[in-house]
C-alpha cells in the first residue's frame, strides 16, 4: 500500500525519503508515502488555471456532486476494508465513509434547490439607493479565483475531505485535499476513485499527500486555506507570514474541550438520566474519542455526581477493546503509537488534579500489537480550582466528570472550555435549557439540547451535520465549515454592485425590480419556457372590488375577521372602513393574470415573500403586473414532459398606482 499524490493531472510519488504507514491494530509496516520536494507553485498554478469548473451553473456542479456521491456510495465496501487499518470499527467507518458521501448527497440536493441554474448568487435584497429607483444596489458572490488548500486530520480521512470538498466545488472554486500523512492511504482510495470516475473537470481537485513543502510560499490572496486539526499547528500556520501579508482567508478548526451538562431538574430514574449516560458513555468510545466533537467534560449536578459515575461506570466495563474485525468489539486501537503515546502523556496531566475512576485495566481482544488504550474517566471534585480538565486534552477515549452548585456554576464551567465546537445538556425543563444555552452559546458553535421526545431520532452530539455550521470560537479555532449555504459562501468573494436596475439585472440574468420590461401581444402563459424571456411584463385590465366580493370570499374561507365586517365592526379595526381580505386579494390577482386555456403552463410551483402594503377598500379597482425574474430548468424525469420553473414578480396595484400587495410566483412550464 504506497499511496500516491494526484497533481498537476497525474499520479506521482515524492521524491523524498519515505515514511512507513502503520497498522493501527497490528503496529504491522503497511506502506510508504513520499512528500513532494518542490514544485509547489506549479501545483497551485494548474489549480487556479482549471477554469472548466467556473463554467459550471450552481445546478450543474450539484448533479455532478450528486453523481459523484452514487459513484462512491457503490464502491463503499472497498472503502470499508481499507479502514479496518485506522483501527475503526465497521460503525465508526460508517461515521466517516457513508457520512462523507452523505455531504456530497446533502450539497447536490442544496445547490439544485437554493441556489440560481447560474454561475453568479444574489445574496440578500435589493438596496434602493435614488428616489426614482434608477440607481440601485445588490450583493452578488462569485467564486474567488485561487485554489482552495484543505488541510484534514487523521481522525476521519473520507468525511474531512468530501465535507470540505463538497462546498469548494459547488462554490466553483478548485481546490487541493492534503490529508494526515498517518491515515491517507484511506484518503487516497477515495480520491482515486473520483479521479477514475471523470465525473469531475480535470483540476477542480488535486491531491497532496506528505508534507506541504513550501507551498504557503506561494499561496496569493484569491487562495483559501481551512486546517483541521490540533490549536498549535493552526495557529503556527494561521500566523505564516504570507498568509498574514496577504488577507488570505483561513479557516481553522481545532480541536477542543466539548462538554455534556446534565440538567438540575433531571433524576436518576427519569428518562433524561439514561439519555445521558448513553450520550456521554457513546462519545467517549466511537472512533476511540478521536472526535474534535467529543465529549471531553462532563458537567453535572453535586447531588448527581455518584449516580453519574456509577452508571458511566457500568457502560464502560461493558466495552470490549480489541481488534474491530472480531465480533463483538465495540472499541478500537488509536490511529497509532504515537497518537498513544500522547494521549497517555495528557491523561497524567489531568491525573495530577483529577481522580481516576475508570481505566486502570487493559483487556484487549485479539491483536496487541496495536495502539489500543482503555476508556478513562476521571472526577474533578474542584474544577473552579484546577486549569488541567478545561485545557489539557487527551485526544482519545478521556473524560472528566466535574460537579456544579447552580446552573450559572454549570454556565461557567462550559465557558472555562473557551471556546468550543459542540456543547449539549440533557433536560426535561426548557426554562434549563434556556438558561444554559443562552449563557453557554457564545462560547460554541452548535448547541444539542437532548430530552425524550427527540432522543431517538437525534443525531448525537458528535455528529456535525452539511446544512449546520461546524466550527466555534476560541479555543475551537474560530472558523466555520458546512452550515448549508453559508459553507459554499467560504470560497466566494461578495461584492456590492451599484448601478441602473437593467445593467445589474443583465449581469446578474434575472429582472431586478425597476429594470426594463417588454410587453407582448402574446399572453406569457401561452409560451413556451423556452420563449419566455426574462423582463416580458402582462399588464392586466383593472377589477373593482364590490361588498359581494368581500361577503362571498368571507362565507367562502370562513375568515370573518371584524375589520372584513359591516361598517360597525370594520369601523373599529385600524383602517376605519370596511376593508378586502388580503388573501381575496391574492386570488382576485391571479383570476386577472391566469390564462385559463390548455397551454405550456403546467401547474403553479409556490407563492413566496408575500406582503400587503396597502389596505384594498370597497369600490377601490386592482391590477396586477406580471414580470419574468428568473428561469430554472428542471431535471428531466422519466414519463413527465421537460420543463422549467419560472418565477414572475407579481405587483397588484390600486386605481391611484399605488402597491397593494407583492409577491413572486412560481410557474412550472414546459419546454420545447
Known amino acids: 500500500m504506497n499511496p500516491q499524490s494526484y497533481l498537476s493531472g497525474s499520479w506521482i510519488s515524492g521524491t523524498k525519503s519515505p515514511q512507513s504507514l502503520f497498522s493501527a491494530v497490528s503496529g504491522e509496516e503497511i506502506g510508504v508515502i513520499k512528500s513532494q520536494e518542490s514544485g509547489f507553485r506549479e501545483i497551485l498554478e494548474f489549480g487556479r488555471k482549471s477554469t472548466k469548473i467556473k463554467d459550471l451553473t450552481f445546478h450543474e456542479r450539484g448533479r455532478a456532486l450528486k453523481k459523484l456521491a452514487l459513484y462512491l456510495m457503490e464502491r463503499k465496501e472497498k472503502f470499508y476494508e481499507i479502514s479496518k487499518f485506522t483501527g475503526a470499527t465497521k460503525g465508526d467507518s460508517w461515521i466517516d465513509i457513508e457520512g462523507g458521501i452523505g455531504v456530497l448527497f446533502a450539497y447536490a440536493s442544496k445547490g439544485r434547490r437554493e441556489l440560481p441554474d447560474d454561475t453568479v448568487y444574489i445574496d440578500g435584497n435589493l438596496e434602493n439607493l ?59 482510495a477515495v480520491f482515486r476513485e473520483i479521479i477514475d470516475s471523470k465525473i469531475l473537470p480535470i483540476g477542480s481537485v488535486q491531491l497532496l499527500l506528505g508534507g506541504t513543502g513550501d507551498i504557503f510560499d506561494h499561496l496569493t490572496e484569491q487562495d483559501v486555506v481551512t486546517f483541521t486539526g490540533s490549536a498549535s499547528t493552526g495557529q503556527k500556520l494561521k500566523s505564516h507570514k504570507n498568509i498574514i501579508q496577504n488577507s488570505i482567508r483561513f479557516n481553522m478548526e481545532a480541536d477542543s474541550l466539548n462538554c455534556s451538562i446534565l440538567g438540575s431538574d433531571v433524576k436518576p430514574d427519569s428518562e433524561e438520566f439514561e439519555i445521558f449516560i448513553k450520550e456521554v458513555s457513546r462519545e467517549m468510545v466511537v472512533k476511540t474519542g478521536q472526535k474534535c466533537t467529543a465529549i471531553r467534560r462532563t458537567i453535572v449536578p453535586e447531588n448527581l455526581v455518584e449516580p453519574v459515575i456509577s452508571a458511566l461506570k457500568k457502560r464502560l466495563e461493558s466495552t470490549v477493546v480489541g481488534d474491530p474485525s472480531i465480533e463483538g468489539v465495540r472499541m478500537g486501537p488509536l490511529v497509532g503509537k504515537s497518537q498513544l503515546s500522547d494521549v497517555l502523556e495528557k491523561v497524567s496531566e489531568i491525573a495530577r488534579v483529577a481522580e481516576k475512576v475508570f481505566g486502570n485495566e487493559l483487556k484487549v481482544v485479539g491483536s496487541e500489537g496495536g495502539a489500543f488504550i482503555s476508556p478513562t474517566l476521571f472526577y474533578c471534585d474542584r474544577p473552579f480550582s484546577v486549569k488541567e480538565p478545561h485545557e489539557v486534552e487527551a485526544f482519545g477515549p478521556v473524560n472528566t466528570v466535574m460537579p456544579y452548585k447552580t446552573l450559572d456554576e454549570a454556565v461557567e464551567l462550559a465557558r472555562l472550555g473557551k ?254
Open 130 to 188: 435614488s428616489k426614482s429607483g434608477s440607481f440601485v444596489g445588490l450583493h452578488v458572490c462569485s467564486p474567488l479565483a485561487g485554489v482552495a488548500l484543505h488541510i484534514n486530520a487523521f481522525n476521519f480521512p473520507v468525511w474531512g475531505m468530501l465535507e470540505k470538498l463538497a462546498p469548494t466545488f459547488l462554490a466553483g472554486m478548485p481546490c487541493i485535499i492534503k490529508p494526515a500523512t498517518v491515515s491517507a492511504y484511506l484518503t487516497e
Open 419 to 672: 471556546g468550543s465546537l459542540v456543547g449539549s445538556i440533557v433536560t426535561g425543563d426548557a426554562k434549563v435549557a434556556r438558561k444554559i444555552v443562552l449563557g453557554a452559546a457564545p462560547y460554541h458553535g452548535r448547541f444539542l439540547i437532548l430530552d425524550k421526545t427527540c432522543a431517538k431520532e437525534s443525531t448525537g452530539h458528535g455528529s456535525p451535520m452539511p446544512g449546520l455550521v461546524h466550527g466555534g470560537p476560541g479555543r475551537a479555532g474560530g472558523g466555520e465549515e458546512m452550515g448549508g449555504i453559508r459553507g459554499v459562501k467560504h470560497y466566494m468573494q461578495r461584492t456590492a454592485l451599484q448601478g441602473n436596475p437593467s445593467v445589474l439585472g443583465a449581469i446578474t440574468n434575472s429582472w431586478v425590480k425597476g429594470g426594463d420590461r417588454k410587453e407582448d401581444s402574446v399572453h406569457p402563459f401561452r409560451k413556451t419556457f423556452d420563449e419566455i424571456q426574462i423582463g416580458d411584463v402582462l399588464i392586466t385590465k383593472k377589477r373593482k372590488i364590490t361588498v359581494e366580493d368581500i361577503d362571498s370570499f368571507a362565507n367562502l374561507s370562513g375568515d370573518h375577521f371584524y375589520a372584513h365586517k359591516e361598517e360597525s365592526l370594520s369601523s373599529k379595526s385600524i383602517f376605519g372602513k370596511r376593508v378586502a381580505h388580503g388573501y381575496f386579494i391574492v386570488s382576485a390577482a391571479a383570476g386577472l393574470f391566469v390564462d385559463p386555456d390548455v397551454g405550456p403552463v403546467l401547474a403553479n410551483y409556490g407563492l413566496e415573500n408575500l406582503r400587503f402594503t396597502q389596505p384594498v377598500f370597497v369600490d377601490d379597482e386592482i391590477y396586477v403586473l406580471l414580470t419574468c425574474k428568473k428561469k430554472t430548468e428542471k431535471e428531466p424525469r422519466e414519463g413527465e414532459p421537460l420543463n422549467g420553473v419560472v418565477e414572475w414578480d407579481v405587483e397588484v396595484k390600486n386605481q391611484k398606482d399605488e402597491l397593494v400587495a407583492t409577491y413572486s410566483i412560481l410557474t412550472l412550464v414546459a419546454r420545447k
